[in-house]
Each structure stands twice: as C-alpha cells, then as structure tokens.
C-alpha cells in the first residue's frame, strides 16, 4: 500500500477506535490509583504485577529512586507542530487557555511539560487543529538526535502512530522525502489521521520494515523506533509490567536484530541511522547495537542531549562493545520520564 496523506481519514478511522483507545485509559488510571493505595512500597507493587519483571529490572538498576519513579504517574508533554503556526503564537494560545502551565522540555525546542494538576484532553480544540502533539518528553529525542535536513530522504521504519514522522516533518518543513512505513494496518489508519490533523507530508507504506534491505543505500537519514516490550513505560500503563514476558523480550530482540541491519543496508553512506526503544532491558538495546557492530562497518556517535545512567556493557554472561557506551540509557528517575533508549548510528563514507 502505498498512499499520501491526502486520503480521508474518516474512511480508516472510526470512532470506535478512539472511544475504545479512551476506556483502556480510563481503566488504566482506575487501575494505577487501586494498586497505589494498596501498595505504598513501589517495589512491593511491582512484585505484585509481575515477580519477573521486577527480577529481571532490579538487575539492571535497584535503586530505590528507579522504583519510585517506575512508579510515579507520568507528566503529561505536548509538542507543539510548527507546521501550523508559530512556535510563540501557538505557545501564548496554550497559555490563553490552561494558564502559565508550561515548562519546556530541556532537549527540545516544541516540547513542554504540562503542569500536574492541568490536563489537556484528546478532544481539545488544540489538538483536534493539530496544533499540538501529545508526546512523552524522552519520545522527543530521536528525531532531535536524527538532525534531519531538508530536501533530504528519509525513512521512519515503525513509524505508526507518528509522533516522530510528524516531529521530522516539522523540522524539515515538509521539504523532503519522508517514507514513513509500519507493518499494522490498524496502526497505518492512525498514522495517517496523525499525519492529516498535523498538516505534515509523508508517503505511508505498509511493509515489513525488514524488507527494507532490498534497496541499498537509498536514503540519507534513517529513523527505527522498534517494536519493543515497552518497560520503560510501565510508569505509564502498569499493564505493561502485568503483561511483560521474557519469552517476549528475547522474540523482539531477534527482530530488532534483523530490522537494525535491514535499516542499515537501506542507509545510504554518510548517512545517519537512530535507532530508539522505550525499553529498559539491554536485550533489546545495547544487544542489538552490539549485533550491528558485529556485522556491519557501523560507527556509534555519542548521544548527550538528555541525562542517562551507564549503558549496559555485561549481561546475564553476555559482553558488549565499549562503543554502546556512547549510547543514551534513561531510567525514569534521570529526567522524570519514562524509560527510554537512544542510539545514533552512522555509515562511513
Ligand atoms: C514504538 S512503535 C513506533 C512509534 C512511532 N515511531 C511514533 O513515534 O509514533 C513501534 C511500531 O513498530 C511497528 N512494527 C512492528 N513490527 C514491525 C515490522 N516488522 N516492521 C515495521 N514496523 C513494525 C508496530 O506496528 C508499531 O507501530
């Protein structure tokens, strides 16, 4: 399939989709405040999600500020789309209608914080005109890290529901190529109604991003914001602790494996390569860097926008190359957010 984002996007998204996207919200926080009162240890909670998950976490960092803020409600972030206005005009309208509520993410220019007791909804005017995205604040990172230029090509390879498609198209101006692809047909539909309600300009694919390999060297940046077990994002959605498996994990990290060296075969030379998970587990992280280290010319570029612990270099018997070092690991307690994992990756010439 391949389309712009002039297509309806009534015909591809109900709203169905997004009442039911509503009430597995609603149920999460109804969720959240039952086992905060049960539990006010945040370890304890989190062994009562999942014994598995709190094991294998607390390997990686057991610092009693990591569980707090595990499990800490996530401050809500919006970024504003310059593609509709101003930055300031957009910014003094916010204002207008919530307050002097808004703190501005350190490491990007169009995020903010919104503050705690404020809550923007899905149905404000704002961003119903798509002139605000709602985006976790560490989300906003790969494409900052990308440093995209214009009349560029560039590839999103899991690109659904498009927060960073949209935030490359507002750096660029909507003058590049922007190829944004994801494999899930449900996903593509909200892709492209994110696409639409922000004005932004991109040719959606549905593909598996692992075919990508068969065009060599096509494109100057690439951005793969994997698939992943989402741990770092239990702070937002317990759920994802309660449903987490390492079955899973060490699934998603075969493919991350293959679709790391897929995004780096499409990469053209003198090219840029970000790969990102909002995961903690170094499986799916500092692994799979290593695995495209192995087998490629790659070189890693050290990434520093944000605070980050150490990355992983050991793990479970397994030894990593120094170079992931220059990789960027969040926890949740080193900038208040979720979760986060940020690697650049560049092909020498
Ligand atoms: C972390 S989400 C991407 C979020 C997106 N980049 C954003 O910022 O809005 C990962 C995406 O990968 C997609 N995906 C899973 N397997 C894939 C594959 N083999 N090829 C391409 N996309 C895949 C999922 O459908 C999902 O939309």
């Given at each position: 399939?391949?389309?712009?984002?002039g297509v309806?996007?009534?015909?591809?998204?109900?709203?169905?989709?997004?009442?039911?996207?509503?009430?597995?919200?609603?149920?999460?926080?109804?969720?959240?405040?039952?086992?905060?009162?049960e539990?006010?240890?945040?370890?304890?909670?989190?062994?009562?999600?999942?014994?598995?998950?709190?094991r294998?976490?607390s390997?990686?960092?057991?610092?009693?500020?990591?569980?707090e803020?595990?499990?800490?409600?996530?401050?809500?972030?919006?970024?504003?789309?310059?593609?509709?206005?101003e930055?300031?005009?957009?910014?003094?309208?916010?204002k207008?209608?919530?307050?002097?509520?808004?703190?501005r993410?350190?490491w990007?220019?169009?995020?903010?914080f919104?503050?705690?007791?404020?809550?923007?909804?899905?149905?404000?005017?704002?961003?119903?005109?798509?002139l605000?995205?709602?985006q976790?604040?560490?989300?906003?990172?790969?494409?900052?890290?990308?440093?995209?230029?214009?009349e560029?090509s560039?590839?999103?390879v899991?690109?659904?529901?498009?927060?960073?498609?949209?935030q490359i198209?507002?750096?660029?101006?909507?003058?590049?190529?922007?190829?944004?692809?994801?494999?899930?047909?449900?996903?593509?539909?909200?892709?492209?109604?994110?696409?639409?309600?922000?004005?932004?300009?991109?040719?959606?694919?549905?593909?598996?991003?692992?075919?990508?390999?068969?065009?060599?060297?096509?494109?100057?940046?690439?951005?793969?914001?994997?698939?992943?077990?989402?741990?770092?994002?239990?702070?937002?959605?317990?759920?994802y602790?309660?449903?987490?498996?390492?079955?899973?994990?060490?699934?998603?990290?075969?493919?991350q494996?293959?679709?790391?060296?897929?995004?780096?075969?499409?990469?053209?030379?003198?090219?840029?390569?970000?790969?990102?998970?909002?995961?903690?587990?170094?499986?799916?992280?500092e692994?799979?860097?290593?695995?495209?280290?192995?087998?490629?010319?790659?070189?890693?570029?050290?990434?520093?926008?944000?605070?980050?612990?150490?990355?992983?270099?050991?793990?479970?018997?397994?030894?990593y190359?120094?170079?992931?070092?220059?990789?960027?690991?969040?926890?949740?307690?080193?900038?208040?957010?979720?979760?986060?994992?940020?690697?650049?990756?560049v092909?020498?010439?």
């Amino acid at each position: 399939m391949l389309t712009d984002t002039g297509v309806s996007r009534t015909k591809f998204m109900t709203s169905r989709d997004e009442s039911s996207l509503m009430a597995a919200e609603n149920e999460t926080k109804t969720d959240r405040a039952e086992f905060r009162k049960e539990f006010e240890n945040p370890r304890e909670l989190f062994k009562n999600l999942n014994e598995h998950f709190y094991r294998r976490y607390s390997e990686v960092d057991d610092s009693d500020e990591f569980w707090e803020y595990m499990a800490k409600p996530l401050r809500q972030s919006v970024r504003i789309n310059t593609l509709k206005g101003e930055l300031k005009d957009i910014l003094d309208l916010l204002k207008e209608n919530y307050g002097d509520v808004f703190t501005r993410v350190p490491w990007c220019r169009e995020g903010y914080f919104v503050r705690d007791d404020v809550s923007i909804s899905g149905s404000s005017i704002e961003h119903q005109l798509g002139l605000i995205f709602f985006q976790e604040a560490s989300s906003m990172i790969p494409p900052v890290v990308l440093g995209v230029k214009a009349e560029s090509s560039i590839l999103d390879v899991a690109a659904a529901p498009g927060a960073k498609t949209t935030q490359i198209a507002q750096y660029v101006e909507n003058d590049a190529l922007i190829v944004a692809n994801d494999v899930k047909y449900s996903r593509i539909n909200i892709l492209i109604s994110n696409l639409q309600r922000c004005s932004a300009v991109a040719h959606v694919t549905m593909c598996d991003g692992r075919r990508f390999r068969k065009y060599p060297e096509a494109f100057d940046y690439v951005l793969l914001d994997a698939p992943c077990s989402n741990a770092g994002m239990a702070r937002k959605n317990y759920r994802y602790a309660k449903l987490w498996s390492l079955r899973e994990v060490q699934s998603l990290s075969r493919l991350q494996k293959q679709l790391i060296l897929a995004a780096y075969e499409t990469l053209k030379r003198g090219g840029t390569l970000v790969y990102s998970t909002c995961t903690l587990d170094p499986l799916e992280n500092e692994e799979v860097v290593d695995h495209l280290l192995s087998n490629t010319d790659a070189e890693v570029e050290k990434v520093r926008v944000a605070k980050g612990v150490e990355p992983v270099t050991e793990f479970e018997g397994r030894e990593y190359s120094d170079e992931v070092k220059k990789c960027l690991r969040i926890h949740p307690q080193c900038n208040d957010t979720e979760g986060f994992f940020v690697a650049k990756i560049v092909k020498p010439l």
